[in-house]
């Protein structure tokens, strides 16, 4: 957990091409608007205000991205995406940042696991499969996958069961965790495993590299303006 609470902010992109290369483990939240995601968020990271959620979901249309790692070196990077499938913004605008997170997702080098949040209340939507078959591919090359069932103290210990049974089913090898930041919920689960795919256990015979041998990475100009809302 402690390794969770050193995340801080290192830039935003409104375009894939603006996101700067980034040679350290990758972590991307995606989700729809009101699934929970900037409070899953910021629960992990103790910061009540690292990853903002808008008034109006789905209207902010940008990537951030927030380094991870102890002593001022970053071992690991978190993406929040944009929230998708809101209700509010336009069909074109839907489409075309649809359109961009599937573009990151499938082609961003680097990227080492995919957390998708989703509100057992209404389970996986249409939208939340489409992007599963999305990186489907992916995942089956290696690439790690969790879906984080959110908002779990709405549901009773029977529904949470029922829920969890049925989305295990649906997540095609990916893993699945009960999630809530108002009982604190699965926020440990959720920390170790993050932390194990930024550190994999590495084969036997192979060197680790030398301590505080990574570099700081650098934040872009974009990264002094606030932070805007992707959930």
């Not at 608007?33 to 992990?44: E, F, H, R």
Request: hydrophobic fraction near 40%.
């Amino acid at each position: 957990m402690g390794w969770m609470h050193t995340a801080r902010f290192l830039t935003t992109a409104a375009q894939l091409h603006h996101l700067p290369p980034i040679d350290v483990p990758e972590i991307a939240f995606v989700g729809r608007s009101n699934a929970g995601k900037s409070t899953c968020i910021n629960t992990l990271t103790q910061q009540k205000q690292l990853a903002f959620a808008s008034k109006k979901p789905g209207r902010t249309q940008h990537i951030n991205l927030f380094a991870l790692g102890k002593q001022g070196v970053t071992d690991a990077v978190l993406a929040d995406l944009p929230g998708y499938g809101y209700a509010a913004v336009s069909r074109s605008d839907k489409l075309r940042w649809q359109q961009v997170m599937v573009n990151y997702l499938v082609s961003r080098p680097g990227l080492t696991g995919i957390v998708l949040l989703c509100d057992p209340r209404l389970g996986l939507t249409e939208l939340d499969e489409a992007l599963l078959e999305a990186v489907r591919p992916r995942v089956e090359e290696g690439l790690k996958f969790l879906i984080v069932l959110t908002k779990a103290d709405k549901l009773t210990r029977s529904e949470q069961a029922k829920v969890l049974s049925i989305t295990r089913l649906q997540a095609g090898g990916g893993e699945v965790k009960m999630f809530s930041a108002l009982k604190k919920q699965g926020v440990d689960e959720v920390a170790q495993l993050l932390w194990q795919w930024a550190h994999p256990v590495r084969p036997q015979g192979t060197e680790p590299a030398a301590e505080g041998s990574a570099e700081p990475l650098p934040a872009s100009p974009q990264a002094a303006d606030e932070n805007p809302s992707t959930e």
